[in-house]
């Protein structure tokens, strides 16, 4: 028997989601999609909120962590390259196309 869930409903990017808000998340039953623009806009978001919280976004770790079901994507065209390597290069690495590290270095 194949056994499948269904999520009715997400949240996109997550970029600023608190602890709290993953809580809440997983007990209505959501999930993240998480988007890389910090890929592209990760310095911006470090002059505008600050390196600690940049280390935090999104806190993809966390999420894996709480068993939230996390999707990763490219956003298509709207605000970035469609190109998904540049999606994973940014998750793996932490860094922007720029080299800046947006989050911090992914631990083993």
């Known amino acids: 028997m194949c056994r499948s ?9 997550a970029e600023t989601v608190s602890e709290r808000n993953l ?3 997983k007990a209505l039953g959501g999930g993240i999609a998480v988007q890389h623009r910090m890929a592209y806009q ?11 919280a940049a280390n935090q976004t999104p ?24 190109n998904p390597w540049v999606s994973l290069y940014w998750l793996v690495s ?8 947006s989050i911090p ?3 083993a």
């Open 5 to 13: 869930t269904v999520y009715a409903w997400f949240f996109d990017h």
């Open 23 to 25: 809580e809440r998340i």
């Open 42 to 52: 990760g310095e911006y978001f470090v002059s505008r909120y600050g390196a600690e």
């Open 59 to 82: 806190p993809v770790k966390r999420m894996l962590q709480m068993g939230l079901p996390v999707g990763a994507g490219t956003d298509a065209t709207r605000v970035a390259s469609y």
């Open 94 to 101: 932490g860094k922007t196309v720029a080299a800046c590290r």
């Open 105 to 107: 270095k992914p631990s």
